[in-house]
């Protein structure tokens, strides 16, 4: 008899391979250097190139990589192809849920939902206070948190950043962040991308702003010389702002069993 707390789990597989499903859908094991890609394309079709098993999880349930655990070698490591269509024209978020219940049906995935105190950052001003741009009004099209876009203006880029890598002669690459419009809460998201912990905006700043981050990437060449500053540097040079250490809840996802699919 399972108690309740390893049963959750199992209750939860069971009830996303009743969900909502692709109707086809192909599962195959790639080369370990397969580059990896995916589509969700008009008319229910999903298409996964050189995917790990970590890597599905963090699609389907839009976390990061820091939010999973308990994956073990196998699952950090083969990679695997999906193709698989659905009837009628699902959004992207219908998609991730049909992928959802794939993993569970083919990978027989079983996972659970959990709150853990981890070391997360603070973003906030720093000494003399933010050195930012306000954007101007018009200028791209506002973003938010659901991925839909606001019909305000659907001719403008969507608001956001592009980033760039640039090779360095004397050390690890430059990262580059052109900012447009992007606005606090969604900065302290994506630096927690960088930094590979949670990070909560605590600046107190509203509205949008425009500005420009150049940084070295030292997880490539860690201890190496850089001609342009570390991250936790940069900010505070550059923007005004600073991360500060803590220690916080995050919501996290706990794989608790997963098998290798068979090639079909």
Request: charged share 20%; hydrophobic share 40%.
């Amino acid at each position: 008899m399972l108690s309740g707390k390893r049963l959750l789990p199992f209750l939860l597989a069971a009830a996303l391979s009743r969900a909502q499903s692709f109707d086809v859908a192909s599962v195959k094991p790639v080369s370990p250097d397969t580059v990896w890609n995916y589509r969700f394309a008009p008319g229910g079709r999903t298409v996964l190139k050189g995917f790990r098993l970590r890597d599905l999880v963090l699609l389907a349930w839009r976390v990061r990589d820091f939010q999973v655990f308990g994956t073990t070698n196998w699952m950090d490591t083969e990679r695997f192809n999906i193709e698989a269509n659905a009837t009628g024209n699902p959004d992207q978020e219908e998609s991730r849920r049909m992928l959802q219940s794939l993993l569970a049906d083919r990978f027989r995935l079983a996972l659970h939902h959990e709150t853990r105190m981890l070391q997360t950052y603070s973003l906030v001003p720093a000494k003399g206070g933010p050195k930012l741009a306000a954007s101007r009004p018009g200028i791209c099209t506002p973003y938010d948190d659901s991925s839909s876009l606001s019909p305000a203006a659907p001719a403008l880029p969507v608001c956001g950043f592009e980033q760039r890598r640039v090779k360095s002669e004397s050390g690890p690459p430059h990262l580059i962040i052109e900012a447009t419009g992007l606005g606090m809460p969604r900065f302290a998201r994506l630096l927690g991308t960088f930094v590979g912990v949670q990070v909560t905006d605590y600046t107190a700043i509203s509205g949008a702003w425009d500005f420009r981050l150049e940084y070295a990437d030292d997880r490539l060449a860690p201890g190496s010389d850089a001609a342009a500053p570390a991250l936790f540097t940069a900010l505070q040079e550059q923007l005004g702002l600073k991360l500060e250490s803590r220690k916080g809840p995050v919501e996290v996802l706990v794989i608790d069993h997963a098998e290798r699919p068979s090639a079909n």
